[in-house]
């Protein structure tokens, strides 16, 4: 039985991470190569012991919400996202997704997961500011904070490394102000 949902939408409920959650699909996700192309996971092999102790300390977090996203239709978690380092003064936070089960991709999962967490971010956390970057070959990432009306910001050249390669790392935000007028003009 999975934790209650926390924020809930039409395709997917958003509830805290389970220690039973590492017994689940999520250890596999990130030894998935396929799956972490997009992120900076998939260096070394990830373990049940290495997810449990993950899930512990997100759930005793201040400064981050990890949630896990799991569908509404049946139950199945597949993916997590999250806020981080969120920042009290600055009002600030770093949006995280990570969608394991490659089924779903394309189905508009990610995006009605992000915009639930995004619009959490906004209203009952009181940020200001949401942030991510992402790999420059990274395109559903890409189209992802386009949809969250994030404009682009920046580029660190050559700031990661992945798959033996150099990549670079595209910085995106959105304000405050900017997702109230998105979201006004959707409704």
Known sequence: MSAPAFLAGAKVRLRALTEADADGPYVGWLNDAEVCAGNSHHVFPYGR????EFIRSANQRSDALTLAIELVADGRHVGNIALNQIHPRHRAAEFAILLGDKAVWGQGVASEAARLIVAHGFSALGLHR???GTFADNAGMIALAAKLAMREEGRRREAAWKDGRFVDVIEFAVLASEWAR???STN
């Open 182 to 184: 998105q979201e006004n």
């Open 130 to 132: 949401i942030y991510c």
């Open 49 to 52: 012991d290495a997810a449990r």
